[in-house]
């Protein structure tokens, strides 16, 4: 899939992007065929799974409900965990966390989170799971996790969109 990558300072948001998203979320994906505009990274996900084909979303039914599955995980538990751990933001700590990336690392099917194929589930995961890397709180332990990285790493795709460790917002 083709795309033009904009990038915009987040504070004040400028308004084009406000003209285009009244709430100022990022990242958005405007389909220029259509005009139509999509925020939020999980939403923005299912539209370019749906451009790209089933294969993305999970090729049959029970590699997408494992692809369901992760994208819960990852933003419903290893989110939150990940904010406490980082910023202290509920008096977390790291065992939360620990708890979350074990968990993960048990449902790694190998080499890629579900199997053999890239599906939305690493697409999803990859972006936080590196802030994880970068500041090396994933615990050895999780061999999976860490055989799963390396294999994302190596992808020439991801290596054109990988941000340098800091350039990024820890958690949001």
């Excluded at 990558?5 to 220029?32: A, F, H, M, T």
């Excluded at 860490?146 to 190596?154: F, G, Q």
Aim: charge should be negative.
């Amino acid at each position: 899939l083709s795309y033009t990558l904009r990038e915009c300072e987040l504070y004040p948001k400028p308004k084009w992007l406000l003209d285009l998203n009244p709430s100022g979320q990022v990242p958005v994906l405007i389909d220029e065929a259509s005009g139509k505009v999509t925020p939020e990274s999980e939403v923005i996900l299912d539209a370019i799974a749906a451009l790209a084909g089933p294969a993305l979303a999970g090729d049959g039914p029970e590699e997408a409900e494992r692809v369901a599955t992760w994208r819960k995980i990852i933003n419903k538990e290893l989110l939150p965990a990940g904010q406490d751990a980082k910023g202290g933001r509920r008096g977390g700590g790291s065992t939360p966390l620990h708890a979350v990336l074990r968990h993960l690392d048990e449902l790694v099917k190998g080499p890629l989170l579900t199997g053999e194929s890239l599906s939305v589930a690493d697409v999803s995961a990859a972006p936080m799971l590196q802030r994880l890397f970068d500041d090396d709180m994933v615990p050895l332990e999780c061999e999976r996790l860490h055989c799963w990285w390396k294999a994302i790493c190596d992808r020439p795709a991801f290596q054109k969109t990988k941000l340098p460790p800091g350039a990024y917002w820890w958690w949001w």
